[in-house]
Nanobody, 123 residues
Framework: QVQLVESGGGLVQAGGSLRLACAAS????????LGWFRQAPGKEREFVAA????????SYANSVTGRATISRDNAKNTVYLEMNSLKPEDTAVYYC????????????????WGQGTQVTVSS
């Protein structure tokens, strides 16, 4: 079982930046691929970014490519998502998730989820 707790959300002006963090409870954190997803009101949960076990491989949704960076610190059991040039359409609840796969981009492949953190981008 992996427990995930996100932090760092809040209200940001368009064009601004933020850094989300997700702390995991499990000591074998390095054995899990990690991802960030988001869900806006009335929409399905969508993929944002993913990172492999060791951090050597990453994947990004087209909508955030060039604006987002996912990273992980296995010593701290923490994964981060940094985003800049934020847009109102980035407004959503952001979730981190863990998968036993090396790296994954689909919601269904993730085994564990955090409770989410709200990000609101004002225009």
């Amino acid at each position: 079982q992996v427990q995930l707790v996100e932090s760092g959300g809040g209200l940001v002006q368009a064009g601004g930046s933020l850094r989300l963090a997700c702390a995991a409870s499990r000591r074998t954190f390095g054995n899990y691929g990690l991802g960030w997803f988001r869900q806006a009101p009335g929409k399905e949960r969508e993929f944002v970014a993913a990172i492999s076990w060791s951090g050597g491989s990453t994947s990004y949704a087209n909508s955030v490519t060039g604006r987002a960076t996912i990273s992980r610190d296995n010593a701290k059991n923490t994964v981060y998502l940094e985003m800049n040039s934020l847009k109102p359409e980035d407004t959503a609840v952001y979730y981190c998730a863990a998968t036993v796969q090396f790296i994954a981009t689909k919601v269904a492949t993730y085994n564990y989820w955090g409770q989410g953190t709200q990000v609101t981008v004002s225009s």
